[in-house]
């Protein structure tokens, strides 16, 4: 069996023209969806991550500001730059782009964000959201695995999914995702015992651990979807994700790949997010 790969690059670029054309039709009553990017400090990563947002809102047609703050900006100066920002009228998203210089607290920030901006989703009251299934902005990534899934008609419901990983970021949203997706979750970490024995009994498995090629082809079932959330950099400089990908993609039904699997979604439904967040802030359903 040779899995089919799900091009995430592919489905993004489907999603993206959806939301420019939901974008021209904003624009026709006067409403231009604004997204806010603040980043402290001079990570490179950060700067790349950055540059990317801001490019996708002027391909998009949408209003952006990217606020670039020194490394040693104090938590009174960011909470105030969020504050200005929580009352702008033309921002209805706000990003500011983890991780922070090591002097910052990361949970006032995230906490100080307006809800109704939170387009990164992760204010706890979007948490809570989640949580108990009512509406709410959704954390990106694990909302463009779910995306990914439905897109190549592997919907979830009535399968077992295997998370591996317990982030906030990832691992525990995206088990919530798929629990609204009707499947039965397990969720996996380092005190699992077993794993490997584990994740063979899933229909879905997502590893989102940040531990190189560490999911094996013995750890799937023949035929399973295999969702790669991990991104790693080998000595080599070569990006890899969680998942043996060669060797896993010999068994799997279904396998996303490292570059052009998951990560292109992230960007797209932080886009996805600020449409939406804009269509409330207007009384748009």
Same mark, same amino acid.
């Given at each position: 069996?040779?899995?089919?790969?799900?091009?995430?690059?592919?489905?993004?670029?489907?999603?993206?023209?959806?939301?420019?054309?939901?974008?021209?039709?904003?624009?026709?009553?006067?409403?231009?969806?604004?997204?806010?990017?603040?980043?402290?400090?001079?990570?490179?990563?950060?700067?790349?991550?950055?540059?990317?947002?801001?490019?996708?809102?002027?391909?998009?047609?949408?209003?952006?500001?990217?606020?670039?703050?020194?490394?040693?900006?104090?938590?009174?100066?960011?909470?105030?730059?969020?504050?200005?920002?929580?009352?702008?009228?033309?921002?209805?998203?706000?990003?500011?782009?983890?991780?922070?210089?090591?002097?910052?607290?990361?949970?006032?920030?995230?906490?100080?964000?307006?809800?109704?901006?939170?387009?990164?989703?992760?204010?706890?009251?979007?948490? +809570?959201? !989640?949580?108990?299934?009512? *509406?709410?902005?959704?954390?990106?990534?694990? #909302? %463009?695995? @779910?995306?990914?899934?439905? =897109?190549?008609?592997?919907?979830?419901?009535?399968?077992?999914?295997?998370?591996?990983?317990?982030?906030?970021?990832?691992?525990?949203?995206?088990?919530?995702?798929?629990?609204?997706?009707?499947?039965?979750?397990?969720?996996?970490?380092?005190?699992?015992?077993?794993?490997?024995?584990?994740?063979?009994?899933?229909?879905?498995?997502?590893?989102?651990?940040?531990?190189?090629?560490?999911?094996?082809?013995?750890?799937?079932?023949?035929?399973?979807?295999?969702?790669?959330?991990?991104?790693?950099?080998?000595?080599? +400089?070569? !990006?890899?994700?969680?998942? *043996?990908?060669?060797?896993?993609?010999?068994? #799997? %039904?279904? @396998?996303?790949?490292?570059? =052009?699997?998951?990560?292109?979604?992230?960007?797209?439904?932080?886009?996805?997010?600020?449409?939406?967040?804009?269509?409330?802030?207007?009384?748009?359903?």
């Amino acid at each position: 069996m040779s899995a089919q790969v799900i091009d995430g690059k592919l489905i993004s670029d489907t999603i993206r023209e959806e939301i420019k054309a939901d974008v021209a039709s904003l624009l026709e009553k006067g409403i231009r969806p604004g997204l806010a990017v603040v980043l402290v400090g001079e990570d490179p990563a950060s700067q790349v991550y950055v540059r990317n947002k801001a490019k996708a809102c002027e391909d998009l047609g949408f209003y952006s500001e990217v606020h670039r703050l020194s490394a040693e900006t104090t938590q009174d100066e960011l909470l105030q730059l969020i504050d200005k920002l929580n009352g702008q009228a033309s921002i209805h998203g706000i990003l500011v782009q983890l991780p922070l210089p090591k002097h910052l607290e990361e949970k006032p920030v995230i906490d100080a964000i307006s809800v109704v901006k939170d387009v990164d989703g992760f204010h706890p009251i979007n948490v +809570g959201n !989640l949580m108990i299934g009512d *509406d709410s902005l959704l954390p990106c990534t694990p #909302a %463009g695995c @779910i995306e990914l899934l439905k =897109r190549t008609g592997n919907s979830p419901a009535g399968k077992h999914a295997v998370v591996i990983g317990r982030s906030n970021i990832v691992g525990k949203p995206v088990s919530l995702l798929l629990l609204r997706e009707n499947a039965t979750v397990t969720i996996c970490h380092s005190r699992t015992p077993n794993l490997p024995e584990v994740a063979r009994e899933a229909d879905i498995v997502v590893a989102a651990v940040g531990v190189p090629k560490m999911v094996k082809r013995d750890w799937v079932k023949p035929g399973a979807v295999v969702i790669d959330v991990g991104i790693n950099r080998l000595p080599d +400089g070569k !990006l890899c994700g969680d998942v *043996d990908y060669d060797d896993v993609a010999e068994v #799997a %039904g279904w @396998i996303t790949p490292v570059p =052009r699997g998951v990560g292109p979604m992230t960007i797209t439904m932080l886009m996805a997010n600020t449409l939406k967040a804009a269509k409330r802030t207007n009384g748009i359903q």
